[in-house]
């Protein structure tokens, strides 16, 4: 999968049609609620398709890649930990829910991956939704807990509470299940409103969230050098180990890519709201620039055919 071809999709253009929509001053946002909507019906889709691919997988073919993503989730955000450490300034609580957000996952991310491969007709593991819940809630929770003694008692409290009940785990979790009960004659009855649908969808919200990107473009100077190579290089790092951890776990090119895409994502949407719980003091600032002004579009654009291309010659060596 190559740079051309990504950034040629219709997906990606539409994000950067918002970008430059943005840079622009020009007024194109979609309202919050249509926001809201749309983001929640991408989270339930991703949800029902995994769910319906967990059906016809065994426990047995599941277990390692599930384990790996945990294992990721533990990772990665000491990855960042350490890379802000020793590239910025920053305090120990915006060190913290910096990591947060980079242990987590991009949902849009994901999904933009996803709709490459499916465009080019490219097989991955159909259960793979499975593994970005997983991966959805581990770091988040290692982020809190480099903070410390400096996380609220009651907010850390609340910011678990966030992170297990909040719309996008629990979405995502429910419609898995949902599509793992459904049988399929019934899941084939709902698919033209959440399969043939949403590429279209996915349009549709990338154009919203490229406008919000390019406002946080113009924050990326005040964040510092150190901030903006850590939302580069962290991503390649976490990429990579995801990419490695899929091929040795067995998954194909697409579905090591895939985990790649995820290990290398940084959430704002989930972490985010549990930040703001828990850390009252972390500068958003630091973690939305870095994680949906930076890390988002550059994965989009350079990462995911960079993890792609990693799953492939992979395979071509252990071939």
Do not use: C
Not at 19 to 26: E, F, G, Y
Not at 256 to 276: E, T
Not at 293 to 310: E, M
């Amino acid at each position: 999968m190559s740079l051309l071809d990504t950034l040629l999709s219709p997906a990606v253009l539409a994000f950067l049609l918002g970008i430059i929509a943005a840079l622009l001053r020009s007024d194109v946002r979609l309202p919050e609620a249509v926001h809201t909507g749309l983001s929640s019906y991408l989270l339930l889709a991703i949800g029902l398709k995994g769910g319906s691919g967990l059906r016809q997988a065994g426990a047995a073919e599941v277990a390692l890649p599930v384990l790996a993503a945990v294992l990721l989730g533990v990772v990665t955000p000491l990855i960042a930990w350490g890379a802000l450490r020793s590239l910025t300034r920053l305090g120990r609580i915006d060190l913290a829910a910096v990591s947060a957000h980079y242990g987590s996952t991009s949902l849009v991310t994901f999904t933009a991956a996803v709709g490459l491969l499916e465009s080019r007709g490219e097989y991955y593991e159909p259960y793979a939704a499975t593994l970005l819940a997983v991966l959805e809630i581990p770091g988040i929770l290692v982020g809190l807990l480099l903070a410390g003694s400096m996380v609220a008692g009651a907010g850390r409290a609340e910011a678990v509470r966030e992170i297990l009940t909040g719309r996008s785990v629990l979405l995502l979790t429910g419609g898995l299940a949902i599509g793992a009960l459904s049988t399929p004659e019934s899941y084939e009855r709902v698919a033209p409103l959440f399969v043939v649908l949403f590429p279209g969808v996915l349009v549709l919200f990338l154009l919203d969230l490229g406008v919000l990107a390019g406002r946080r473009l113009r924050d990326v100077p005040a964040a510092g050098p150190g901030l903006v190579a850590v939302a580069v290089l962290v991503p390649l790092v976490n990429g990579a180990l995801g990419v490695l951890a899929g091929t040795a776990v067995g998954l194909s090119v697409g579905g090591a890519g895939l985990l790649g895409v995820l290990a290398g994502s940084a959430s704002y949407i989930a972490a985010p709201a549990a930040v703001r719980l828990a850390l009252l003091q972390a500068n958003p600032a630091y973690y939305l620039t870095t994680s949906l002004g930076i890390t988002f579009p550059f994965n989009l654009v350079v990462g995911i055919p960079v993890y792609f291309a990693l799953a492939s010659a992979l395979a071509g060596v252990g071939g």
